[in-house]
Structures are given as structure tokens and as C-alpha cells.
């Protein structure tokens, strides 16, 4: 099949989808979830050759770590889909609704998006996520995942379409692109009128791609270069320890620090002991000029550094002369993704907040906490880093749209 | 100043405007409107040089009434200056909030976007009108209109640029780009990082070449192949006064009429008398067999004429087998803006609304009604297609986003 017989299939199906009670979509995902579990020796023998071809190739361990399946993952996998099912359904929710003038009633209604499209890399996980979220929300899905996880995101679609179509749901809903070309990539990412919106889930060289060639709605996720600003007078401990966990507690992840800004009349008090603790957790020091004069280990930032997620134990630093200063940096090197002021000042608070652009601004905590599940959403698709349509943690609400149904007695308009 | 230049100004502008109180901001848009009506001579002259320039190019008589302004124009624009003034401001509305477990406090607030493009054709009042919804949803905007009105608009723009900065916005907020070359359109969707979002205005050939090269977010809008279908025992008298609406009240705008659907058990009764109607009212029909053999001044229709928007006098007319058939030829042929039954049966009508994908989905009213005002929006910027971030009417509050503000004292992730 083509892909963009895949797709029709996929809209023929969403229409179907748009309109099965929640009843039938939650019992397919706990069919799957049972598959899952059923099949889990078919999953880790696919997953077997994908990890051997990863180390064929001399992939990174911290690679090849994401692409391995265990008993133990695919269980998370299914336990990830019973709570799924477990949320409240977030279509044919009534949002809003009047009487006009006239006596027409006008409804408007969440409704589901349709076809989406997702992007991913080796992560074999992020398939069994994204079909049940997409599922739940009332969507037809078109995966297309890494050519390193090909086998095992295979055998997980295919045994995860089989169980949902044998509960009910149309056929088709769930497709997977089996090709590794990428030209696959650039026939999904352009198939208009088919396609509602792709998400792009990965690097941000993936991501760019995507929003580069992309004539179908992106909705762009991820890249996270995020600061925490300490203030003059600031609780020192506190900004401490949030300093470590923004830092140190998952480097990797995209609601990680990348940035320190210390007020300069923060600097003295509190840089030295700072700067020592993220060094005794292993982190290297990336500082601006007083910075390296107040820690010899520390390596001059250049230009390219403040811009950087660096994804791993590496921390710039800067002093700023104020919160307008470190408001002034975020807007240049910030991502929009996670912002985070540790203060005494309730102006200062106040300010930040509302002055820097981005779809988490924190006063006095980690920037760890942007994540669906912690924000108590039950579940994440992705975090946004655009404006339009979703911004931050996307749960099941941010994978639907909405129609207008409007009703009356024979009204034209004068 | 490049255009790079021109959004290096907006997205910096769009940063403090964000946080200019509504009173600035009502108190810039009463002054534009006397600005407006203060410069009109201005105004008037620079509009007379585009009539003349189009005149001397032929332009057809439609296009010049469009480009036409006159006094009662001008006041027009500003009196839609001071409605939009009189609107409930968009941002800084609490759109939810929840305190976590943990103590944090997540408040979800309504935030512009940022700085949004508007690429546009032909008639200058769309200049006053795009200003003015922009900055009282406290957006920065970059404009670029049709060459045909660029004396018009340029004009307008710089009036009411200079009315909104004396007024205390921003400098920068309001840019219009007076270049006529179509690679500024290209230059200016593909900004990202400094341009949040373009809103396409006009022709279907202008937004498909827009969502076709853009790289920052797109809100599609506007082109409308909409249906009526008039079920098997509907009330004929209101299917027929609906339609009569529907295809001849304004035919020129998009959420008229271009397809009438008509059940097969009802075209002996209905469709005789309604196709006399429709030739007494100079409309031309294009019709399936059966409408030919019924009609003989019917020209038999093509593939094509089921896809096309007439936007004028013409009307498609098919006969369909029930409601399912018409939901069908609606998925393959709409343009998911606007659809519309006529029915007596509830359950044809419920089915109706849940499976047809479109913005607006009518029962027994006319698909004329598919406007922000009309809908009690108070304001329009247009009518999206697409599904993402915005459905139908768009007014104020789709020219917003959200963010979430996180307060805490100290909270880190375990």
C-alpha cells in the first residue's frame, strides 16, 4: 500500500471513529493492552534484531538503552493503555452554547481532530502511546517511527490494530508506515486534506525537518533550552535545590535546565557554593566571564552555548544585572518551552510571570514538573512549544477540535 | 527596513504589548477611528490613484467596487474601530487552574499570540479591521495586502500606526510591508522564531500557495463548498426559502451555497417548483442526469463541478440515494466550512450533525450564517477550515494562546 493509500484508508476510517461510543474504544484499548502482554515474546524477538542491528551499527549505549524492550517495559506499555482507557473521554464534550436572537441554537462541541500523523525516533514505546491516546481521543493515527526500532514498531502496531479492530473499531484507524526511506517522511508530512496535523516527536534536527517541509499543520514539540533565574535575595537553599533538580535529577529530558542566571548581587553569596555542589554532581560549568574568574574549571560560553540544549551534565551561567536582564536573555536564547524565577519578590514574581513568553513560567519550583501526567492531565502526547492551537503538555483535550451545530426552525438570513 | 527587520520590530513590540492594559489599548483603537475619519481627504486621494491604476488595467467591475472606497467606507472602518473597542478584553483571562498535590499552583491564562501575519487581496477595509483585532488581542501584526490597493492600504496602515503609538502602543506594533513583490509574501512565511502565525485572506489560489510554502504556522481559512441537503418528507416551503438563501442572498461569499442535495424520494415534489424558483432568481443549474432530464435548461455537471466554488449565480444540484449518500458526497467534496439538512426526521438530522466533518453543521437553517457576528462573536477575522487551534468564526479569543503560570515555594521533582 502507498502512503497515501494509507491515509485515505486512515479518513475513511476517522469518520467511522468520530462517531463510536466510548465504550467500544475502551474496550479495544484494553484489548490491546492484553495482546500486548499476550504477544510479548513475538514484540522481544523483533526487538532482539533491532537491538542487534543498533550494535551492528555501533550505536551509543544511551541509544540502544531507549530502543530495548523488557517484560517489564511491555507491561508499562500495556499498564500506559489501561489508564488511558480509565480518562474521561474528551469527545462530544459540550464546550459552549447559545440561543442567537433569531432562535438558532448554536452548540459547539469537541470533536476529534481526524488524521494525526506522528514523527518519532527509537523510543519502540512511543508507538503503543501514541495509537491509544490517539484511539481514546477519536482518531485515525499514521505512525511513522525510526528505522533503528523498524521490527519492533511493526509487530507492535500490527498486533495492537488486529486486537482494537477485533473490539470494534474500524479498520484502518491504526496505520504504520512500514518504509524506513525518507521520503516517506515528505509524502506524510505534505498530504493535505488527508492529514489533519503531524506531531513530530524527537530531535530537534527531526522536528525542523518536519516544520520545514510540512504543508499539512505541525504542531511543533519539544526543544528545551530552559533557565532559572536566581534573584537578588532569593532563598538560597531553595534556589539550590531547584537548581540541582532542574539540572541533575534527568539531564536528558526537555523540561531539564540548560541555563542559570544569577542576579549579580546574588553572585557572591550564592555562585560559590552553588557552582560547587553542580560540580560534585558531576556537572561542567559553561560560565560567562565573572563566572570563569570565580571558578577556575569553568569553560568561557560562547554564543552558540546560551542557545544550546545541551541534553546532558553541562550548565551555562550567567550574571544579569536584574529580572529585566534575565526577561531580556530568555526572550533571546529561551524556546518557549520552561521558564523559572526563584524569588523573595512578589513584583518580581509578578513580572516574570507575565512578562516572559513561554508555555510554563514557574515562580519558586523545578522545571521539571512541565509534563502531563505531573500537571494531573493523566497523560501527554507532547509538549508544545508553539502557540498555536496547544502550548505546553498536550493531553487528550489538545488531540481534538470542535464544530459548531446549529439548529433551528427554517432561519435565513435577512 | 527588510522585512526581517519589520518583524524584528513586531516580535518586539508583540513582547510589551502583551502586557499593555486594555485601557491603552481601547483608548488606541478610538483613536485610530478618529484618525481614520480625521485623514479621510488622505485616504480618499491615495484610493483614488488605486481605481485609476486599476482601471487602466482592465480590473473587472466587481474587483474595483472592491477596491472602492468612499466616505461612508472610511466610516464604516472606524466604526468597527470603536465596536471592537467596546469588546471584553481577551487576555489575562484565568481559563482554568488546579493546585497540585505537591502544593504547586497551575493557573492556565489567555495570552496573545504574539505577532500574526496577514496576507490579504483586494479590499482595503480588511487593513483597519486586521489592525484593530490584532491589537485588542494584544497581537503585533505584519500586513501585506494585494499591489492592486497598496496606495489604499499603505495609507491606512501608516494613519492608524501613528494614531495607536500617540496613543501609547508600542512602536513597532503595527508593520505593513510596502513591498508589491511576492517574494516578500514567501520571505515573510517562513519567519519562524519572529512570526507566530499568518492568517491567509482572499482567493483559493492565495491561501493554497501560502499553506503550500509556509514554514510558521498557517490558519487556513475561507473557501467554502457548501451543501444543502433536503430530505425525503422535510418541510419543502423552508427547504426552498433556505436554499433561495442559501445560494442567492450574497453568492460571492463563502458560506453560500454551491451543492443542493436532494433526497431521491423527494425530487418529484420538491424539485420541479424549486428549480423554477432558482432560474426566476437567474440561477444557473448544473445538474446531475435526472436534474437534466427534469430540466432541460440544466447543464449536465462535471467531476469538477462538485469540487468547485462558484461563488456566483451557479448552482450544482444531484440527486442522492438518503442521508447517508449525502454525508458521503459532502466527505468527498466539502471543504469542511459549512453543511446543511433540512429535515423533519430527528434522527437523520442527529446523524447529520454527528457524521458530517465541517465547521459548521446546520439543521433547518441557512449555512449563510456561518459569521462571527452573526454568532455573537462581536468581531471576525476571518473563517478557519482547518481543524487545528481554530474552527468557524474566528474572533478575539482565536487570537490568543494560553500559558500556564506555575507558583510554588520550592518545589522540586522526586
Keep these: ?4 493509500e494509507q491515509a485515505e484508508q486512515a479518513a475513511a476510517a476517522a469518520r467511522k471513529l468520530a462517531a463510536i461510543s466510548p465504550d467500544v474504544k475502551n474496550k479495544a484499548l484494553n484489548a490491546m493492552a ?3 502482554l499476550a504477544e510479548k515474546e513475538a514484540i522481544l524477538s523483533a526487538n532482539a534484531l533491532d537491538i542487534e542491528a543498533g550494535k551492528a551499527k555501533n550505536m551509543k549505549a544511551s541509544l540502544i538503552d531507549r530502543l530495548l524492550l523488557t517484560e517489564a517495559r511491555i507491561a508499562d506499555m500495556a499498564e500506559g493503555l489501561r489508564q488511558v482507557a480509565s480518562l474521561r473521554d474528551p469527545v462530544g464534550e459540550i464546550i459552549s452554547g447559545s440561543t442567537l436572537p433569531n432562535g438558532l441554537t448554536v452548540t459547539k462541541i469537541r470533536v476529534p481532530l481526524g488524521v494525526i500523523g506522528i514523527i518519532y525516533e527509537a523510543r519502540p514505546n512511543v508507538t503503543a502511546d501514541a495509537i491509544g491516546l490517539c484511539l481514546k481521543s477519536g482518531n485515525a493515527t499514521i505512525l511513522k517511527g525510526g528505522s533503528e526500532a523498524i521490527r519492533s514498531n511493526t509487530k507492535i502496531a500490527e498486533i495492537m490494530g488486529a486486537a482494537a479492530e477485533k473490539a470494534g473499531t474500524p479498520a484502518g484507524s491504526i496505520q504504520f ?24 516527536r524527537g530531535s530537534g534536527r527531526l522536528i525542523q525537518a518536519v516544520v520545514g517541509n510540512a504543508s499539512v499543520p505541525v504542531i511543533e514539540t519539544g526543544v528545551g533550552v530552559c533557565h532559572t533565574f536566581v534573584d537578588a535575595g532569593a532563598d538560597y537553599a531553595m534556589a539550590e535545590a531547584i537548581v540541582i533538580n532542574a539540572k541533575t535529577q534527568r539531564p536528558s529530558v526537555c523540561n531539564a535546565m540548560e541555563t542559570l542566571l544569577v542576579h549579580k548581587d546574588a553572585a557572591a553569596d550564592f555562585l560559590p557554593h552553588m557552582l560547587q555542589v553542580l560540580k560534585d554532581k558531576d556537572v561542567q560549568i559553561i560560565g560567562d566571564e565573572t563566572v570563569c574568574a570565580m571558578d577556575a574549571s569553568a569553560i568561557p560560553a560562547t554564543e552558540e552555548d546560551w542557545a544550546t540544549e545541551y541534553g546532558d551534565l553541562r550548565l551555562s551561567v550567567k550574571i544579569v544585572d536584574d529580572v529585566d536582564a534575565a526577561i531580556d ?6 524556546t518557549k518551552h520552561s521558564e523559572c524565577i526563584v524569588t523573595r519578590s512578589f513584583a518580581n514574581a509578578r513580572k516574570f510571570q507575565q512578562m ?3 508555555a510554563c513560567v514557574y515562580a519558586n519550583a523545578s522545571t521539571r514538573f512541565t509534563d502531563g501526567f505531573q500537571f494531573g492531565f493523566g497523560a501527554e502526547i507532547g509538549i508544545s512549544t508553539q502557540k498555536l492551537h496547544a502550548r505546553g503538555p498536550m493531553a487528550l483535550p489538545e488531540l481534538t477540535t470542535y464544530k459548531y451545530l446549529i439548529s433551528g426552525d427554517g432561519q435565513v438570513r435577512p
Design 1 to 4: 500500500m502507498t502512503i497515501r
Design 34 to 36: 492484553d495482546a500486548l
Design 329 to 334: 536573555h530568555i526572550a533571546r536564547y529561551g
Design 177 to 200: 508506515i512500514t518504509s524506513t526511506d525518507h521520503k516517506a517522511v515528505q509524502e506524510l508530512i505534505t498530504l493535505n486534506g488527508l492529514v489533519d496535523v503531524v506531531i513530530p
Design 356 to 358: 516572559v513568553d513561554a
